[in-house]
């Protein structure tokens, strides 16, 4: 992975450029990203680009062995921390994480989740990972150069951990590098934050989630729903849970959410766009004024929970369920 690689951002991309060729570095950066935007490529970048020992024009070389082991995830002095869901470390999992690497950079942490085996748990950075940590840093480097560490979102660390960690982070061992990558700074221990330089990661258009490519199951849906028909609506439900990636999960909540809100308008007396559909135009003849509002509620909590890693089937039937109750 190299700077010319990623999109976007070039703001920050310089200033990462510039700390390292004024050899001005801090010992800790705290990238705040929207969920998927992008942070955890850029830091392997950053490091590939700090640790090159062949960099010129602003690129890592891309071409060393130290280039190639951090942009495979697998040099020695790379470490990684990031919520596993139980008392294991993150080490355990790290196959499973350079999968997910080599298929999408940009993850979100519901794909990492996902990856990892560890949906609908309880995801935390427990303790263990902290004394795994501090034991890994009490050695030496393998290769000589930099230790590194990602700590992936920080803020799920309990008061335990973030405590043992804290005189590492405010006072590292030389040539000690840690980039935390967070999606709620605001929960991140305050005493964490503030020894970390902070850098905002601009959202990215490329990296939003995808937009929704079968509006015939929202029609199927809302036809099953308009007819009373709770079977058909049920299974409807159904072929939602099978979307292949909870992106286009959210990517249908986000589709059904427009049209509501284009069913609202129709029902205040607002004329319909050239681009609204006979059947959005339809659903909004037959619904009750009230249903887009209330509507919109039940498809806003089914993101939540999207969000939150629950099943997508259980998540759907309840949704249908909500919807069909208050047509």
Known sequence: MSFKQLRGNETVVAALRNMVDGDRVPHAIL??????????????????????????????????????????????????IFPTGSDSVSEQYYAQLRAL?????????????????????????????????????????????????IIYLPEKMNQETANRLLKLIEEPPLKTQFLLITHQPEKVLVTIASRCQRIRIAPSAELA??????????????????????????????????????????????????????????QQGVKPSAETSDSTARYAASCPKTFPRKALAVIDRAKMLIDRNVNLKLLFTDMVDRLYIIL
């Open 31 to 80: 990238f705040h990203e929207d969920d998927g935007g992008g942070a955890f490529p850029l830091c392997i970048a950053f490091l590939q680009y700090l640790c090159c020992t062949q960099r010129s024009g602003g690129e890592p070389c891309g071409t060393c062995p130290t280039c190639g082991k951090i942009g495979k995830l697998i040099h020695p002095d790379l470490h990684f």
């Open 101 to 149: 690497y080599a298929q999408k950079a940009s993850f979100t942490e519901a794909e990492l989740l996902e990856a990892l085996d560890i949906q609908g748990k309880n995801s935390l950075i427990a303790v263990g990972q902290a004394k795994w940590l501090l034991d890994k840093l009490s050695l030496s480097a393998l290769e000589g150069g930099y230790r590194m560490v």
């Open 209 to 266: 989630a995808p937009d929704f490519q079968d509006p015939a199951l929202f029609e199927a849906l809302m036809d099953s729903l308009t007819t009373k028909n709770l079977l058909s609506a049920l299974d409807a439900g159904e072929k939602l849970a099978a979307l292949p990636s909870r992106d286009q999960a959210k990517a249908f909540c986000a589709y059904a959410s427009g049209i509501l809100r284009e069913m609202f308008l129709i």
